[in-house]
């Protein structure tokens, strides 16, 4: 599939900046594309024409972007659509649901070219991944833990994992449920949050590394977290890898392949 392919629902009650990202679209050889003014008649335009891709603003008349997606994770015919925010939003409290939910990318207002054009293409990776990046690891074979204490990162992350070849998911909500599993299963890789009630990412990765039966099984942290000082005590506590919710779905291909190959 081809950039140019994907139909793009963009969602701005601002004529200008819809005209704006229209036109970044059109330059990148996108004609597709489905514009609404508000969330609700995104969502009614949405469910006859099924896009490839969403495009939204923070604040729409009726709702929020963050309340958007959301609304697009609870649906059956919606919930696997990629979703991309361009907003000059700053505030992590009105991001960070947004994050959870499970998105493209999250890109600032003005946004660069090239910046939209790789996330466009993150969406065409979403959609069809290329079979053959990791054909040479036993997907089928991997057994993965996911930790998250929201339940729609779980999904989005199963569901990245999915399209990636990897099946063999457990989820757990928390630190302290990993540790449960990871007593009783043997796991090839752990994808964990950072920020999660009881027991966070940090502890559990030295629980893993100190305590538990399995002490050298790759760690991938996806995290929204910001503080430096908090993700330098969690690679000193021996995580094997980082990535930023949202994450690049390129980059965290590559990382399983750094984390996996032998």
């Known amino acids: 599939m081809d950039i140019s392919e994907l139909t793009v629902a963009v969602v701005e009650p601002s004529t200008m900046q819809g005209k704006i ?23 009614e335009t949405m469910l006859r024409i099924k896009p490839d891709l969403v495009i939204s603003a923070m604040y729409l008349p009726d709702m929020t972007g963050a309340e958007l997606v959301v609304s697009m994770r609870e649906d059956d015919h919606l919930q696997e659509v990629p979703f991309m925010l361009i907003s000059s939003e700053t505030s992590f ?65 199963s569901r990245v994992l999915n ?46 590394r100190e305590h538990s039966s399995q002490r050298s099984i790759p760690i991938l942290m996806v995290t929204s977290e910001g503080s430096q000082s908090r993700l330098s005590a969690v690679q000193q506590a021996g995580v094997s890898g980082i990535c930023d919710k949202p994450f690049d779905i390129i980059s965290v291909r590559q990382m399983i392949r750094r984390l996996l190959a032998a």
Do not use: C
């Open 163 to 208: 399209n990636l070849g990897i099946s063999n998911i457990t989820t757990a909500i928390n630190g302290r449920e990993a540790v449960d599993r990871i007593e009783t299963t043997f796991f090839d890789l752990v994808v964990t949050d950072y920020n999660m009630p009881e027991m966070d990412g940090e502890t559990l990765t030295r629980f893993i």
């Open 93 to 157: 409290a009105m991001l960070d649901p947004v994050r959870q939910a499970g998105v493209i990318a999250i890109l600032p207002k003005p946004f660069a070219t090239d910046d939209l054009r790789k996330a466009l293409y993150s969406t065409v990776e979403f959609i069809t991944p290329d079979e053959n990046a990791l054909a040479d690891i036993a997907l089928d074979e991997l057994k993965t833990l996911v930790v998250d204490d929201s339940s729609l990162a779980r999904k989005h992350i």
């Open 21 to 43: 990202i229209e036109a970044e679209l059109n330059t990148l050889g996108i004609d597709k594309i489905l514009y609404q003014r508000s969330g609700q008649a995104a969502l």
